[in-house]
């Protein structure tokens, strides 16, 4: 019951979270850059200001796909990004490319994420069936249902892992936002409010993530005792 509360409590305020970034982001689309300059322009300019010239801007479909790919160093835009020239398109160039600097500049949380990610690619594809599996079987095969909270505790450091990254990422966008005169005193708190609100997710994502794992830990520890 407790789970189910928590769970619950979590999954509303995600909801919430979710809905508050959609309305800043929308808000925010809204309200023109003063330099006029686009979300490719403002990648671009980020990349130089930081000494970066071998990562490339491209555009790619969707809302909120925006990403930096350090395998291929690219910095990819949504195309309301890409060609916009509001605070919130500037705001979300500028933090990915914040992690291309986090990149350039070897950023130690920013290393580690990338080593877990084949680990985790791995976890995610067979955690499920795993988790499944061992609830089925608990009282017959109890060690596969610990397999699959091994799986899963993999999933919840890697959402523990990305908080770091995508906090820093944010701090050094808005701090070279300001510095470069890109925001100023009427739409700098925006960039900052927009980014923050996108913070958020990742923290309730990965509460959300460990609340979950405990409650894979306790069901493997009561079948325990019940042997």
Known sequence: MIYWVLFIG???VSYLVQLNLQ?????????????????????EKMLRDNGIYDVQVTSTEGHL????NPATKTVNLSESVYASCSVA???VAAHECGHAVQHARAYAPLQLRSALVPVVSFASTWVQWVLLAGMLLINVFPGLLLAGIVL???TTLFSFVTLPVEIDASRRATGWLQAAGITGYADHPMAVSALRSAAYTYVVAALGSLATLVYYIFMFLGASRDE
Do not use: C, M, N, W
């Not at 796909?65 to 930096?68: A, E, K, L, V």
């Open 23 to 43: 309305s800043k982001f929308k808000k925010y689309s809204q309200v023109p850059l003063a330099g006029g300059l686009t979300g490719r322009e403002v990648a």
């Open 10 to 12: 979590i999954a509303l």
């Open 89 to 91: 398109a500037a705001a």
């Open 65 to 68: 796909t925006d990403h930096y």
């Open 152 to 154: 899963f505790a993999l």
